[in-house]
């Protein structure tokens, strides 16, 4: 098993610019997560999902969006990528929203 | 004030060496306690789940305490390989769901 998987792991990217990052998971988790790391900040959490078709807004969810058409995937996307947006992302899924999530390798995203 | 704290270190020991972390929570909500290990540049992994009556798991410990809301891990006996960065988490399901990270604990050990 592959686990959580996420793609791409690096990417540099223009103001203004769009991308979508993939997370994919093979555990038939039904609870799936996009989380962003800063220094200083810890892991916040952006939007989250509780199963296909579903999503829902985390802490920080402002100036992305999510999509979760089938129940292994979840997409995070940027429509118009923002310095401020420079960060690791992590998705991360679950059995149950209180129980142990499993992450993903990350995406190192730099935004110019 | 931040939901759940901790001493962002970093904790310098020698091999051998016992090491405690406390993390506190400030939702009283808070249902559910993990500890999670993350390495430099990678990302975090469950090191173990927090239990009210406290767990052991090998040479380490955690601990609850609801009073006073904080949780502890105990490392005993550390090794070289538990240079890591220690995140604790407070989980609150009822009403508004939250899955909250500290910003972690900073553990170097030293040969």
């Known amino acids: 098993n592959a686990g959580v998987t996420q793609t791409p792991k690096f990417r540099v990217l223009k103001t203004g610019q769009s991308m979508t990052l993939l997370c994919a998971q093979d555990?038939?988790?039904?609870?799936m997560y996009w989380y962003r790391q800063d220094p200083g900040m810890g892991l916040r959490l952006i939007h989250y999902s509780v199963g296909e078709g579903t999503t829902a807004k985390g802490e920080v969810p402002d100036g992305y969006n999510v999509s979760r058409l089938k129940k292994q995937n979840f997409l995070l996307g940027l429509e118009s990528a923002a310095p401020s947006q420079t960060s690791v992302y992590f998705c991360?899924?679950?059995?149950?929203?209180?129980?142990?999530?499993?992450f993903g390798p990350g995406t190192r995203l730099t935004v110019l | 004030r931040k939901e759940v704290e901790q001493d962002p270190g970093p904790f310098n020991v020698p091999e051998g060496a016992t090491v405690a972390f406390n993390c506190t929570y400030s939702?009283?909500?808070?249902?559910?306690f993990f500890w999670y290990r993350q390495d430099c540049r990678k990302e975090p992994k469950l090191l173990m789940s927090?239990?009210?009556s406290g767990n052991e798991d090998g040479r380490f410990t955690a601990q609850l305490n609801r009073a006073s809301q904080y949780i502890s891990l105990l490392i005993r006996d550390s090794k070289l390989s538990d240079s890591a960065t220690y995140l604790c988490v407070a989980v609150t399901t009822s009403g508004t769901y939250k899955y909250i990270f500290g910003t972690g604990t900073r553990l170097k050990v030293l040969a």
């Open positions: 939702n009283s909500a808070s249902q559910s």
């Open positions: 927090v239990y009210s």
């Open positions: 555990m038939n988790h039904e609870y």
């Open positions: 991360a899924s679950s059995y149950s929203m209180a129980d142990t999530q499993y």
